[in-house]
């Protein structure tokens, strides 16, 4: 079964190293790497160590752009729970070599990747989806609702990037 390697050092508490990453891409299974570190050398550095076929998933939503021209191939995304046409436009856009559309959306979404992170994940998420009317933004211990001040971030965010009807 394929794997692919999350590197999340800001929930794992460890940067996993691109030596580290080699190390683990010689076994045939393990097939590409969830980036979470937003240093936009990485791609390069993993691409020169493992060769191009390792997949490489950014895993910050306000890097992924510039991710995609180091090398990346795309992006395990949290924003794409509340905009996934958009997100799914910008990556064709960016494939097809339109990279101004691509700008463009990323410019739209911008406010909203920043929000999805104003409190622990997935509490912003569940929220803005509720926004949408697709659930409600009720969570379960021990994760709580978001604050009635990052409420009214999200919202705005949402509202900016015509999220919302």
């Known amino acids: ?17 691109v030596a580290t990453m080699a190390r683990l891409g010689k076994f045939p299974n393990i097939v590409g790497v969830k980036d979470a570190t937003a240093d936009l050398t990485r791609p390069f550095a993993t691409r020169h160590a493992i060769g191009d076929d390792f997949c490489q998933l950014s895993g910050e939503d306000g890097t992924v752009l510039a991710f995609l021209n180091e090398g990346g191939h795309g992006c395990i995304s949290v924003t794409a729970n509340v905009a996934p046409k958009l997100l799914a436009d910008m990556h064709n856009a960016w494939m097809k070599g339109d990279h101004a559309t691509a700008r463009r959306i990323q410019d739209q979404l911008m406010p909203v990747h920043e929000a999805m992170f104003v409190e622990t994940n997935p509490c912003p998420v569940k929220y803005a989806v509720s926004l949408q009317g697709h659930c409600s933004g009720e969570m379960r211990l021990p994760l709580v609702e978001v604050s009635k001040e990052n409420k009214e971030k999200i919202r705005g965010a949402m509202e900016t990037a015509g999220l919302l009807a």
Request: hydrophobic share 45%.
């Open 1 to 17: 079964m394929p794997i692919v390697i999350y590197n999340i050092p800001g929930r794992c508490v460890v940067d996993m190293s």
